[in-house]
C-alpha cells in the first residue's frame, strides 16, 4: 500500500541529485523541503509496517477494518502521492522541453508548497494512529512463520530421482503402462502440491522421453485458440479455463499405440463434468486421495489423480482462500526492492512467456531498478521465482532465465499501467489516465496501427516512461514522437525506416532502451551520441556516426547493441564504448575482416558475442579466426553462416573464460574438429549445429573439463565421438539429431547414457 509513495520518496532524491533534469534555482530548496517531509514520513510507515500488511490482508479479504484510522491515513497517503507524481512530473517535462523558466518555477514553487502542506497534514493525523491491537499482530506473525515454512518445503523439495516418490511413479505408471487406447492423466490443483511442477518433472524424465517417440509440451494460451495450440504442438513435434479435450482429440486421433496426454486442471469442480465408466456422475466426494480414479469424459477414458490431504469438496475452499491468503502474506513478507517489479507483473495476461530481457528494461525504466543494473533484476527475479510468484519457462544455454510467466488468472490494468491485447482496445483511450506510466501492447498480429490512435498516444500521454507496441506495424516514421520527453523504454515496429532523425535523438534524452528490431538503419544522426543514458539498442541492423568529437563524450552506460553493422567497427567507435557487455554483429563479415579482427579487443568488458555474416558471396568466405583478438572477459560467442574454411577450435580453444561457445548453421564447412589437450578450460555449453559435413571430431587429453552439455544438430556423416568426451565427469546433457546409423547404435549401447543424459533425435530413431 505504500510502495507508489516510497518510489516517490526515492525519485525525489534523484531529481535533487540532477539525475533527471537540471533544477532552476528557485525549485530547489521547495523541492528539498517536500522531499524532508516525505522521508519522515516514510520513517513512520516502516514502524508500521506490520500494522499496514493487517490492513492489507483485510482489505484484500473484504473483512472489517480493525483500525479504521489507519486506513483512512494510507488512503490520504496513496492521493499525496498520485498528486505528487503529476506535479514533478509535469515540472520535469516543462524544463525538458525548455519552457519558460520563471513562469514555469512559480508554478511549481506553488505546487510545492501546497503539496508541502498536505503532507504536513498527513504528520499530524498520523500522530494520532495507533498500532494494531497486538494479538491481531501475533496472529500475522504466526501466518508469516507458516508461509515461511511453506517457501522453505516447496524450494527444498528437489527430487534426485524421480523413483524416490511414490506419486511420481504412479503418475509414471499411468502414463507407460496400460492398454494401447489413447487415454487422459489428469492433475487436479491440491494443497501443497505444485500441479505444474509435478506434471513437468514427469514430462522431462527419462523414462518419458525414451518410452514415446514423440512429445510436447503446451501451454494454454490465455486467449483459446485451437489453432495456436495446434501449431504449438506441431512446432515441438517437429522443431525446425474449460477443459480443452474437445479440441485435443481432434489434433491427437487414436491410433491404439499406447500415446497419452497429460493434463493439469486448475478449476477442480470440472470434475462433476465427468462420468463413471458405468455412466454414473462423478461428485466431488467421490475422488480419493491418493490413487487414481477411473472415468470418461465424452466417452474419452481419464485418470484423474488427487494428492491432497484432505476431501476433493474441503480442498476447493481452502485452496482458494489459502492460496490468496498465503500470497498476500508471502508479499507483505517480500523486501521492498520486490514487491513493485511483482505488482508490475500486473500488466501482462496469465501464462504470456515474458522476455527477461524485455522485463529487466521494463523494470529499470520505471525506476524498480535502483542501480539499473541488469543483474539485480535478474537477481530479483529469482527470488520471485523461488516465493512461488512467478514461473520460470526457459533458461538460456548458461543457465540464465530467458523467459517467464505468472500462473493465474488474466492481468489487472492500474493506475500507473495499462496493456492493450487487441487493436480495438485503442477505442478507448479516452478513458485512460493521462498521467500514464506504461502503455503497452500484446499481440502477435502485425497489424498496421491507425494514424489516429498514434496521435492520440502523443497528445494524451505526454507523461510517458513506458511505450511498448509491439507488433503493430507504423509505416513510416511517426510525428509527434518527440513530444514524450520523459521516456524511458520504447519499443517501435517501423520496417521502412532506414535513418534514425536528429529530432528522435536529441528530444528523448531520457531513454534507456531503443528497441526497433524491424528496422534496418543506415543512417544515425550525430546526435545519438548525446544520448548519455542509453543502456539498451535493438534494431534488425544499425549503423552508428562516426563520434563528432566536441561536446560529445563516451556512451558508458551503453551495455546492449544488436545488430552493429561491421563497418561501425572501428577503434575509435568501439573505444568510447567502454562498458559493452553484448554485442552482435550482422553484416558482411568476410569484407570487415581486418577492421573485426583489430578492433573487438577494445571492448575490454565484453562478455557476450554473436557474429552473424550476410554476405553476397558466402561460399568465398574470408574469415580467418586465427586474426582475430578477441576481447579478454569473452564468456560467450556465437558464429553463424559464417562458412568458416579452417578449423575454429585452435583459435577458440584458448580464450580462458569462454563458457558458452555456439557454431550455430553454415558456421563452419570443414571436416574436421581438432581439440588440443587442456583446451577450452572453463567451456561448459558446446552447440554444433549444421555440421552437415562433419566427418572427424577429435580431442586431446584434459580438454573441456567443466563440460556440462553438448548439442549436435545435425550429423550424418559423424561415425564416433572422441573418446575423451566420456571422460569428462560434468557431462550431463548430450542431444544428438540425426546420427548416422554407426554412430546411432554406438551411443544406445553406451553404458553411461543415462549419465551423460543422451538424448537421440527425433524421438524414436
Known amino acids: ?13 534523484r531529481v535533487l541529485a540532477g539525475e533527471e533534469v537540471t533544477l532552476p534555482d528557485a525549485a530547489k530548496q521547495p523541492i528539498q523541503n517536500l522531499h524532508a517531509e516525505v522521508e519522515i514520513v516514510t520513517s513512520w510507515l516502516s514502524e508500521f509496517e506490520d500494522d499496514i500488511s493487517c490492513l492489507l490482508m483485510q482489505k484484500i479479504g473484504e473483512l472489517e477494518i480493525d483500525n479504521p484510522d489507519l486506513g483512512t491515513v494510507m488512503d490520504e497517503i496513496n492521493c499525496f502521492t498520485y498528486e505528487c507524481e503529476k506535479v514533478i512530473d509535469t515540472f520535469v517535462n516543462s524544463i525538458t522541453q525548455q519552457k519558460s523558466q520563471s513562469g514555469r ?28 491491537d497486538s494479538r491481531i499482530i501475533d496472529e500475522l506473525k504466526s501466518i508469516e512463520a507458516e508461509a515461511g515454512n511453506f517457501l522453505a518445503s516447496s524450494s527444498s523439495k528437489n527430487r534426485d530421482m524421480v523413483g524416490l516418490d511414490d506419486r511420481m511413479e504412479e503418475l509414471l505408471d499411468l502414463l507407460i503402462e496400460g492398454p494401447p487406447q489413447l487415454s487422459v492423466v489428469a492433475i487436479l490443483d491440491s494443497i501443497g502440491l505444485d500441479k505444474t511442477a509435478f506434471a513437468a518433472e514427469a514430462y522431462s524424465s527419462n523414462y518419458v522421453k525414451h518410452y514415446f517417440d514423440c512429445h510436447a509440451w503446451v501451454l494454454e494460451p490465455h486467449s483459446y485458440d485451437a489453432l495456436r495450440i495446434l501449431d504449438i504442438i506441431i512446432k515441438f513435434l517437429m522443431p525446425s479455463s474449460r477443459l480443452t479435450w474437445d479440441v485435443i482429440r481432434k489434433i491427437l486421433p487414436d491410433n491404439q499405440n499406447g500415446s497419452r496426454v497429460l493434463i493439469t486442471l486448475a478449476q477442480i469442480e470440472i470434475v462433476t463434468s465427468f462420468q463413471f465408466e458405468n455412466g454414473e456422475n462423478i461428485g466431488l466426494d467421490f475422488v480419493p486421495t491418493g490413487g487414481p480414479l477411473r472415468a470418461t469424459y465424452q466417452g474419452w ?11 476433493l469438496e474441503e480442498n476447493i475452499d481452502e485452496v482458494l482462500t489459502m492460496s490468496l491468503g498465503l500470497q498476500c502474506v ?86 500507473r499501467f495499462y496493456a492493450l491485447e487487441q487493436q480495438s482496445d485503442f477505442a478507448y483511450l479516452d478513458d485512460y489516465d493521462s498521467h500514464l506510466h506504461s502503455l503497452l501492447y500484446f499481440t502477435s498480429e502485425s497489424r498496421h496501427i491507425d494514424p489516429i490512435d498514434w496521435e492520440k498516444i502523443c497528445e494524451m500521454f505526454k507523461l510517458l516512461r513506458v511505450l511498448d507496441l509491439g507488433s503493430l506495424v507504423l509505416i513510416q516514421y511517426p510525428s509527434g514522437i518527440e513530444n514524450l520527453f520523459l521516456l524511458r523504454y520504447l519499443k517501435l515496429n517501423i520496417p521502412s525506416l ?34 548519455n543514458k542509453l543502456k539498451h539498442l535493438n534494431f534488425g541492423s544499425i549503423t552508428l556516426p562516426a563520434h563528432p ?9 551503453l551495455n546492449f547493441i544488436s545488430a552493429l553493422h561491421p563497418c561501425c567497427c572501428t577503434e575509435d567507435i568501439l573505444g568510447r564504448l567502454p562498458n559493452l557487455r553484448n554485442l552482435r554483429i550482422w553484416g558482411d563479415l568476410s569484407y570487415y575482416q581486418f577492421l573485426l579482427s583489430q578492433s573487438l579487443c577494445r571492448l575490454s568488458c565484453l562478455e557476450s558475442l554473436k557474429l552473424v555474416n550476410e554476405s553476397k558471396m558466402p561460399a568465398f568466405s ?94 550424418a556423416y559423424l561415425k564416433k565421438m572422441p573418446e ?19 554412430l546411432r547404435q554406438k551411443l544406445r549401447e553406451f553404458e553411461d547414457k543415462e549419465q551423460c543424459g543422451i538424448q537421440l533425435y527425433p524421438y524414436g530413431i
Open 1 to 13: 500500500m505504500d510502495i507508489n509513495f516510497r518510489l516517490f520518496s526515492e525519485r525525489l532524491g
Open 105 to 132: 518555477s512559480m508554478d511549481i514553487c506553488d505546487a510545492l508548497l501546497g503539496l508541502q502542506s498536505k503532507i504536513i497534514d498527513i504528520k499530524q493525523q498520523m500522530q494520532q494512529v495507533q498500532h494494531f
Open 301 to 311: 477414458p481419464f485418470h484423474i489423480l488427487y494428492h491432497g490431504s484432505i476431501s
Open 330 to 415: 508471502i508479499y507483505c513478507m517480500l523486501p521492498f526492492c520486490l514487491k513493485p517489479c511483482f505488482l508490475y507483473f500486473s500488466v501482462f495476461p496469465a501464462h504470456l512467456e515474458i522476455s527477461t530481457r524485455q522485463l529487466y528494461q521494463l523494470w529499470i525504466a520505471e525506476g524498480f531498478i535502483s542501480d539499473n543494473n541488469e543483474a539485480t533484476a535478474e537477481k530479483y527475479l529469482e527470488q520471485l521465482i523461488n516465493r512461488g510468484f512467478v514461473e520460470a519457462n526457459k533458461r538460456r544455454a548458461g543457465g540464465t532465465i530467458n523467459t517467464c510467466s505468472i500462473p493465474g488468472k488474466s492481468q489487472k490494468n492500474v493506475k
Open 498 to 531: 532506414k535513418s534514425l532523425p536528429p529530432s528522435l535523438l536529441s528530444n528523448l534524452p531520457n531513454l534507456y532502451t531503443l528497441d526497433m528490431p524491424f528496422s534496418y538503419i543506415d543512417h544515425t544522426a550525430d546526435e545519438f551520441w548525446k544520448m
Open 549 to 557: 568529437g566536441k561536446y560529445c563524450g563516451s556512451l558508458e552506460n
Open 622 to 715: 574470408k574469415i580467418v579466426l586465427v586474426e582475430y583478438q578477441f576481447p579478454p572477459r569473452l564468456t560467450h560467442l556465437s558464429f553463424s553462416n559464417t562458412e568458416l574454411m579452417e578449423d575454429p577450435m585452435p583459435a577458440l580453444e584458448k580464450m580462458p573464460l569462454l563458457q558458452v561457445l555456439k557454431l550455430k548453421q553454415n558456421s563452419y564447412s570443414g571436416r574436421k574438429l581438432t581439440c588440443g589437450s587442456d583446451g577450452f578450460p572453463n567451456l561448459k555449453v558446446l552447440h554444433l549445429k549444421s555440421m552437415l559435413w562433419l566427418e572427424e571430431w577429435t580431442m586431446g587429453t584434459g580438454a573441456m573439463p567443466k563440460l556440462e552439455f553438448l548439442i549436435i544438430n545435425p550429423c
Open 724 to 742: 575423451q568426451l566420456w571422460c569428462i565427469k560434468s557431462l550431463n546433457k548430450f542431444d544428438c539429431w540425426w546420427p548416422q546409423p554407426e
